[in-house]
């Protein structure tokens, strides 16, 4: 099993920047990929931004040059950082793990955008 604790979410104004943090424990060893995902109400939840255990990046196009997602490998967390945030960003922000064959999940963090 792997657990994530998130944390950093809250609220913020338009323009504004966020950093969120997603701590993995438990059996972490061979961890693939960890990333984020976001849902907004009456939506599907999506992926924001992805990073393998090598340092590949991959990003929602609606969030790409604004947000960066990093590893660090030693504290078995993943972060990302938001800049420029938009009330379109609006949603709760769950932090993800596949390690094979499983996928695992955070409980979520909300993030609101406005003014």
């Known amino acids: 099993q792997v657990q994530l604790v998130e944390s950093g979410g809250g609220l913020v104004q338009p323009g504004g920047s966020l950093r969120l943090s997603c701590a993995a424990s438990?059996?972490?060893?061979?961890?693939?990929?960890m990333g984020w995902y976001r849902q907004a109400p009456g939506t599907q939840r999506t992926m924001v931004a992805i990073?393998?255990?090598?340092?590949?990046?991959n990003y929602a196009d609606s969030v790409r040059g604004r947000f960066t997602i990093s590893r660090d490998n030693a504290k078995n967390t993943v972060y990302l950082q938001m800049n420029s945030l938009k009330p379109e960003d609006t949603a709760v922000y769950s932090c993800?793990?596949?390690?094979?064959?499983?996928?695992?999940w955070g409980q979520g963090t909300q993030v609101t955008v406005s003014s």
């Open positions: 990073i393998t255990s090598g340092g590949t990046t």
């Open positions: 993800y793990a596949f390690r094979p064959p499983n996928n695992y």
């Open positions: 438990g059996s972490i060893l061979s961890i693939v990929t």
